[in-house]
């Protein structure tokens, strides 16, 4: 064939600039990533098994270690969204057949359920804590449950549930995708098994890396296992040699990890450190609690009653009545450059949800959103809902 016979021309989209406007990230992920976020990912990379890229996969373990409040070796940043995290710590810690229990408080208790289900073994779903007897019952190796509900606006006690686990030989896995760093968690004193979050939402960098960590129990389960996981690239046997969490000398090649990903989310785990996780559960909270007020000035209603309850990262507005709601995130979107969204799974239709996290997570931000909401109020056409 000759070098000039393609039929299939170069796209005309290809041959224009690239265009990615600048937008209020309000909703529930990802937020807006800050210049030094973006500064650190736009470095230029170096190869996934250069030393320096061990130092800095080992500066990212620690800042992991801080952020989860653990001790735990066996900590590392999944290649891949929050959902390359559950299905990790699902494949890595399951085998077929075996029982997981599984807290449905949202649509991410719905999705570990399925992720499990593929696996062709058996799950059982619940309301929101689990009972003894459900342990008991069951006999799950694996309990999860998801401490920042961002598609309910909830965050969920997490105390006792470990100590309850421990007792019926059960792993304690929690996501922590939309509550880490905004709301109070500690891995090890809750007797949490095994946690994961994203980067993409108080981190705030750039969606595509998550972190995860396993404890002792947890890492006893997962490489004592009679199958090999269902998943090669996500086997923990392979990547806590490349995170050099096996004790072994030599990291040997498994998979191309994310350079510029890990650049950035070690620079987002440096601003955590820096700035302290107190002050940054602090600021989530005073911030959501000046959000909820202005939300109720203006006439709305929280989706969640029970303050306590409310997740502060991410805050669910009961749809006003007489508002059609996809027209109200229309209408914030085009006049506001704001993204805020509507409902996920069970909530389609039932919220509005605005997350400000991390970054975004200030009174100046509060405002442009409130007035944003009551903009859409005032202007959107009443009782087409
Ligand atoms: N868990 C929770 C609580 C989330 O909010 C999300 C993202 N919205 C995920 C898991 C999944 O994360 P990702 O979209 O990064 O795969």
């Given at each position: 064939?000759?070098?000039?016979?393609?039929?299939?021309?170069?796209?005309?989209?290809?041959?224009?600039?690239?265009?990615?406007?600048?937008?209020?990230?309000?909703?529930?992920?990802?937020?807006?990533?800050?210049?030094?976020?973006?500064a650190a990912g736009g470095r230029p990379i170096i190869g996934h098994l250069h030393p320096e890229?061990y130092e800095i996969m080992n500066d990212i373990k620690k800042g992991i270690q801080y952020a989860?409040?653990?001790?735990?070796?066996?900590?590392?940043?999944?290649?891949?969204?929050?959902?390359?995290?559950?299905?990790?710590?699902?494949?890595?810690?399951?085998?077929?057949?075996?029982?997981?229990?599984?807290?449905?408080?949202?649509?991410?208790?719905?999705?570990?359920?399925?992720?499990?289900?593929?696996?062709g073994k058996t799950d059982n779903r619940m309301g929101l804590c689990p009972s003894v007897q459900?342990?008991?019952?069951?006999?799950?190796?694996?309990?999860?449950?998801?401490?920042?509900?961002?598609?309910?606006?909830?965050?969920?006690?997490?105390?006792?549930?470990?100590?309850?686990?421990?007792?019926?030989?059960?792993?304690?896995?929690?996501?922590?995708?939309?509550?880490?760093?905004?709301?109070?968690?500690?891995?090890?004193?809750?007797?949490?098994?095994?946690?994961?979050?994203?980067?993409?939402?108080?981190?705030?960098?750039?969606?595509?890396?998550?972190?995860?960590?396993?404890?002792?129990?947890?890492?006893?389960?997962?490489?004592?296992?009679?199958?090999?996981?269902?998943?090669?690239?996500?086997?923990?046997?392979?990547?806590?040699?490349?995170?050099?969490?096996?004790?072994?000398?030599?990291?040997?090649?498994?998979?191309?990890?994310?350079?510029?990903?890990?650049?950035?989310?070690?620079?987002?785990?440096?601003?955590?450190?820096?700035?302290?996780?107190?002050?940054?559960?602090?600021?989530?909270?005073?911030?959501?609690?000046?959000?909820?007020?202005?939300?109720?000035?203006?006439?709305?209603?929280?989706?969640?009653?029970?303050?306590?309850?409310?997740?502060?990262?991410?805050?669910?507005?009961?749809?006003?009545?007489?508002?059609?709601?996809?027209?109200?995130?229309?209408?914030?979107?085009?006049?506001?450059?704001?993204?805020?969204?509507?409902?996920?799974?069970?909530?389609?239709?039932?919220?509005?949800?605005?997350?400000?996290?991390?970054?975004?997570?200030?009174?100046?931000?509060?405002?442009?959103?409130?007035?944003?909401?009551?903009?859409?109020?005032?202007?959107?056409?009443?009782?087409?809902?």
């Open positions: 064939r000759s070098l000039g016979s393609v039929t299939i021309p170069p796209p005309a989209c290809m041959l224009r600039p690239l265009e990615a406007p600048l937008r209020y990230l309000f909703g529930p992920g990802p937020s807006n990533v800050p210049p030094r976020v973006l890229m989860f409040q653990t001790k735990n070796n066996m900590t590392i940043a999944m290649s891949g969204s929050g959902h390359t995290a559950m299905e990790c710590a699902v494949f890595n810690t399951v085998e077929p057949g075996e029982s997981v229990v599984v807290a449905v408080n949202g649509i991410w208790g719905e999705r570990v359920a399925e992720i499990a289900e593929r696996m459900t342990l008991a019952k069951h006999k799950p190796v694996l309990f999860f449950l998801t401490h920042g509900e961002s598609s309910a606006g909830l965050v969920h006690p997490v105390d006792g549930i470990g100590d309850i686990c421990l007792r019926h030989n059960c792993l304690f896995l929690v996501d922590s995708v939309a509550s880490l760093g905004g709301a109070p968690l500690f891995m090890d004193e809750q007797k949490i098994d095994i946690l994961y979050t994203g980067s993409q939402k108080a981190l705030n960098a750039p969606p595509g890396t998550a972190p995860i960590s396993f404890n002792e129990r947890a890492c006893k389960k997962m490489f004592n296992r009679k199958t090999k996981p269902v998943s090669y690239l996500l086997d923990m046997t392979h990547l806590s040699n490349y995170w050099g969490c096996d004790g072994k000398t030599a990291r040997i090649y498994h998979h191309t990890g994310p350079v510029s990903g890990f650049f950035s989310l070690r620079e987002s785990l440096s601003i955590l450190a820096e700035k302290g996780l107190e002050n940054s559960w602090r600021q989530h909270k005073e911030v959501a609690e000046y959000l909820w007020k202005g939300l109720e000035d203006l006439g709305l209603k929280l989706f969640i009653k029970d303050k306590d309850l409310r997740l502060p990262c991410v805050t669910t507005i009961s749809i006003p009545q007489g508002y059609n709601w996809r027209e109200l995130l229309t209408y914030i979107m085009k006049h506001h450059q704001m993204e805020m969204t509507g409902g996920l799974g069970p909530s389609v239709g039932m919220v509005l949800r605005v997350g400000l996290m991390g970054y975004n997570c200030n009174k100046a931000n509060a405002d442009l959103a409130l007035a944003a909401l009551a903009d859409a109020l005032k202007v959107c056409p009443k009782s087409k809902a």
